[in-house]
């Protein structure tokens, strides 16, 4: 009779811990597209780090070649020393060349953009809104409704026709204003 009931607890024993092991196997399996899906993110998580170092290397070899300004207040301004003085002096001449060329070129090609234009003729505008205002608001190329704002304060400021809309006579100050800086 002992020898019956060992040998019945150990059967129990292992059925429970097929049972146990056949409900593990159920609960934990995936199915094909879930297995895809989570390899494809972590792949995706593993090139956003890769690109985020990367992104960070640019940039540390990238301020070797911009001047570092801290401007404190009541302080002078202090120039990031590595960057050479004869290095900034031919860019402080022509240091928004490339931005008058490109409204030159809207001007050149009779442009008019307003709200709700998209492209990067509106990413032209913006850039010299954040040159103008001093700001670093992100240039995504859609002439919304603070891009608007922005260029009517601007040609209010310009004595302009302060409708919103950016065409030849604002393109003409935004220019003469960058010429003058």
């Keep these: 009779m002992m020898e019956?009931?060992?040998?019945?607890?150990?059967?129990l024993g292992i059925f429970i811990l097929i049972g146990f092991l056949g409900f593990w196997a159920v609960s934990t399996i995936q199915s094909g597209d879930e297995h895809v899906e989570r390899e494809k993110i972590e792949k995706l998580e593993s090139e956003n780090e890769e690109l985020k170092k990367e992104v960070e290397k640019l940039k540390d070899e990238l301020s070797v070649f911009q001047p570092e300004v801290v401007d404190e207040p009541g302080e002078e301004p202090v120039v990031n020393p590595e960057v050479k003085k004869e290095e900034s002096?031919?860019?402080?001449?022509?240091?928004?060349?490339?931005?008058?060329?490109?409204?030159e070129k809207l001007v050149e090609d009779n442009i008019t953009i307003k709200l709700k234009s998209r492209g990067t003729r509106v990413g032209t505008i913006q850039k010299f809104l954040n040159i103008y205002n001093q700001t670093s608001n992100r240039i995504d190329n859609d002439y919304g409704a603070s891009t608007q704002k922005a260029v009517i304060e601007f040609q209010k400021e310009q004595n302009l026709l302060a409708d919103g809309e950016a065409g030849k006579t604002t393109f003409e100050a935004m220019i003469e204003w960058l010429k003058n800086e």
Excluded: M, V
Aim: charged fraction near 20%.
């Design 89 to 103: 002096a031919p860019a402080a001449a022509s240091k928004y060349q490339d931005l008058i060329n490109e409204l």
């Design 4 to 11: 019956k009931l060992k040998s019945t607890i150990f059967f």
